[in-house]
């Protein structure tokens, strides 16, 4: 079993900044071999993608957040975390981190999620 737990999240405003902590736990996590990626969700709208990184540096970013977002990750420390820039009103959603044996951009390749912590970014 892997437990992840996010937070961070909060209220900015437009341009602000704030970085998203996940900290996974459990005898099944393995920083060698599981990614972990960020996943959003706004009410309404279907989840989608942000970042992931592998057990090795790799990332990958969805397009809207290039340039804005930061993913990294302390194996360490069992941690991964999401630097928020130059925030939009869009980014508002719930914000979930998972962790899955191969790093992809899809959900369903990710076995185990957190239960999300709230973004909200005020015009």
């Known amino acids: 079993q892997v437990r992840l737990v996010e937070s961070g999240g909060g209220l900015v405003q437009t341009g602000g900044s704030l970085r998203l902590s996940c900290a996974a736990s459990g005898r099944s996590f393995s920083s060698l071999t599981m990614a972990m990626a960020w996943f959003r969700q706004a009410p309404g709208k279907e989840r989608e993608f942000v970042a992931v990184?592998?057990?090795?540096?790799?990332?990958y970013y969805a397009d809207f957040v290039k340039g804005r977002f930061t993913i990294s990750r302390v194996n360490a420390k069992k941690k991964v975390y999401l630097q928020m820039n130059s925030q939009k009103p869009e980014d508002t959603a719930v914000y979930s981190c998972?962790?899955?044996?191969?790093?992809?951009?899809?959900?369903?390749?990710?076995?185990?999620w957190g239960q999300g912590t709230q973004v909200t970014v005020a015009s």
């Open positions: 998972a962790a899955g044996g191969v790093g992809t951009s899809y959900p369903q390749d990710f076995n185990d």
């Open positions: 990184a592998d057990w090795n540096a790799y990332t």
